[in-house]
């Protein structure tokens, strides 16, 4: 079974610049959720999606982060605009309810530098 | 903020098991514990849960107190590629927003040589 799947690997941009990121979480996951882990902390949850509704936002900087899941599988996470203190992993995870459990599974990251 | 206490770092001998510590004296009877790990540049990886019972896999045992408020994961031959961050979390599986995983700051275990 493929894992989830993240792109890019890497960024770097400059302040003040937007940046885009892609999450294709395990199929037939109902449940998709961002995290960013600034460097030498654990990740946070930065947003969580059941299908393509939005069940926790409360950690996502609204004037500058937006997310979308349009279709239920695919999702992107947006950075507009960006300031050095986003620079960051961005992880995506997705789980579906087993046995009466949601086990998260999380993606390799986006590595993201603001210069 | 996160329900648990883990201590910041631990060394381990290649071969030998290793014992990871957790506390959650706040834990409610609805909540399971979960254990992931992260190895270094990569995303966190889950190893195991439980609710009361003693857990194994092919990773590792969870063994939880009976009365809940701690927990101990075991590797029981660690080599060194078990070298990471192991995160403890506590959380409900209510559904919902409450699947979220609130991340601590871990134990590094190394694994020396």
């Known amino acids: 079974e493929a894992g989830v799947a993240q792109s890019p690997r890497y960024k770097i941009i400059e302040k003040r610049q937007s940046v885009a990121f892609w999450c294709n979480p395990i199929?037939?996951?109902?449940?998709l959720y961002w995290y960013q882990q600034i460097l030498g902390q654990g990740p946070k949850l930065l947003i969580q999606?059941?299908?393509?509704?939005?069940?926790?936002d409360s950690q996502l900087p609204k004037d500058r982060f937006s997310a979308e899941r349009l279709k239920g599988v695919d999702s992107t996470l947006k950075i507009q605009p960006a300031k050095l203190e986003d620079s960051a992993v961005y992880l995506c995870?997705?789980?579906?309810?087993?046995?009466?459990?949601?086990?998260?599974?999380f993606g390799p990251g986006t590595r993201l530098l603001v210069l | 903020d996160a329900k648990t206490t883990q201590p910041p770092s631990m060394d381990c001998a290649e071969g030998r098991a290793a014992n990871l510590p957790c506390n959650h004296s706040?834990?409610?009877?609805?909540?399971?514990v979960y254990w992931y790990r992260q190895i270094h540049s990569q995303g966190p990886q889950y190893i195991i849960h439980?609710?009361?019972n003693n857990e194994t896999n092919e990773m590792a045992s969870l063994i939880i107190t009976e009365d809940r408020k701690s927990s101990t994961l075991i590797l029981p031959h660690a080599t060194l590629r078990d070298t990471a961050v192991y995160y403890c979390?506590?959380?409900?599986?209510?559904?919902?927003?409450?699947?979220?995983?609130?991340f601590g700051t871990g134990t590094l275990l190394a694994v020396q040589p």
């Open positions: 439980g609710l009361k």
């Open positions: 979390i506590v959380r409900s599986n209510y559904g919902g927003a409450t699947n979220k995983l609130i």
């Open positions: 995870a997705s789980s579906n309810r087993d046995r009466g459990l949601q086990t998260q599974y």
């Open positions: 706040t834990i409610s009877g609805n909540e399971y």
């Open positions: 199929s037939g996951h109902a449940t």
């Open positions: 999606f059941q299908n393509n509704g939005v069940v926790d």
